[in-house]
């Protein structure tokens, strides 16, 4: 009985969050342009998902990776592919600021990202490093997601390349 009381009060507090989210992403649109507005919906519309699919399913992780792994362009537009990788990263960037800034947010934003870009048509690759810091007081696990084009990093600029080992590369 604590469990499902412990995972409705973890439904509760995750849609009080989505509601709140939902709220500043009406204040975010306001002055955009049409294009603008429909990528911004798109890009939240997408993080929502891998929240949900991250946070609130069990095998969450292996579930979105699994997604990543099927999913398939149903538009390919060669000559738009820089133009649509910034509107994208533009897009989930913006987004992302109407969620609560006390979690990491690389692994949500790299899917999101992954996702919208690959069935576009990007061939993007999505990668996650880990870090480990062991010192004798400082024993702590880091991990870091970011996407790659052709080698170079798109997203996840925020970290230094070096020091994550990739331990998973979808693409």
């Keep these: 009985m604590k469990t499902v009381l412990k995972k409705a009060n973890e439904i509760f507090q995750n849609s009080k969050m989505l509601l709140s989210s939902l709220a500043k992403l009406l204040l975010l649109i306001r002055g955009l342009g049409y294009e603008d507005v429909w990528m911004l919906l798109i890009a939240y519309k997408k993080l929502v998902f ?80 880990v870090k480990s810091t062991i010192s004798g007081i400082d024993d702590r696990f880091d991990a870091h997601a970011w996407l790659e084009l052709n080698s170079e990093i798109i997203s996840g600029l925020d970290f230094q390349q070096n020091v994550y080992i990739p331990i998973l590369s979808i693409g």
């Design 50 to 129: 891998v929240i949900i699919r991250l946070h609130l399913t069990e095998n969450g992780f292996n579930s979105l990776i699994c997604t990543c792994k099927s999913t398939t362009p149903y538009l390919y537009l060669p000559a738009l592919q820089e133009e649509l990788i910034d509107q994208v990263t533009w897009a989930v960037k913006a987004a992302s600021l109407c969620f609560p800034k006390d979690r990491s947010k690389c692994l949500e934003e790299a899917i999101a990202m992954f996702l919208l870009m690959k069935t576009r048509g990007v061939t993007v690759i999505l990668v996650v490093g």
